[in-house]
Every structure is written in structure tokens, then in C-alpha cells.
């Protein structure tokens, strides 16, 4: 193998960790992930539009900053949220997908 190309999922090295990931728990991450943005995504639609309600039931009224930083915080969390879903997207066998 040249350098710089990485070998498939299958062929990597055991870590020594002894767990591993099967259908479900990518799944499972992938289903988080969708439902975490979909919950911040909806709360920072809703905020922008009516001000005077409570973020997510007052659940993020600790962050600082506000009202804006609220907003912020939510946006951050939901973009995390898409990556998770995409990483464990991605990371599924092909096969698996049908």
C-alpha cells in the first residue's frame, strides 16, 4: 500500500479495544444524530421567529450570551448532530444500505 491511501474499514488493524461496531449501532448513532438536529434545528427556526418563548423548555438558559447565544449554542449543537448522522452514514457497509 502506497502512502497516503488508507485501507478499507475491513482491513483495519484491531486496536486492542475489542469493540466494534455493527449495523445497528451505526443505526443507532445515525438516528441520534437526526433526531438531536432536528430538535435544535426547529428550536433556533422558532426562536428566530418569536423571541419571547423559552429555547428548548429553558433546557439551554445557561448559556451566556443571551437570547443570541442561546441561538448559537443550539446551531452549534445541531451541526454536530449532522455530522454525527453523517459520519455513521458514511461509515456503514455499502451492502448494508440497501
Not at 418569536?50 to 450570551?65: F, K, Q
Not at 448532530?81 to 448494508?96: I, Q, S
Request: aromatic residues 8%.
Amino acid at each position: 500500500m502506497s502512502r497516503g491511501q488508507t485501507r478499507p474499514v475491513s482491513e483495519q488493524p484491531d486496536t486492542g479495544w475489542g469493540i466494534g461496531m455493527g449495523k445497528g449501532g451505526y443505526q443507532a448513532l445515525e438516528t441520534a444524530g437526526l433526531v438531536i438536529t432536528g430538535f435544535c434545528a426547529q428550536a433556533v427556526i422558532r426562536g428566530l421567529f418569536n423571541r419571547d418563548t423559552e429555547l428548548l423548555w429553558g433546557a439551554v438558559a445557561w448559556a451566556p450570551g443571551g437570547f443570541t447565544g442561546q441561538l448559537v449554542l443550539l446551531g452549534c449543537i445541531a451541526l454536530v448532530g449532522l455530522v454525527l448522522t453523517g459520519w455513521a452514514h458514511a461509515r456503514r457497509k455499502p451492502a448494508e444500505d440497501q
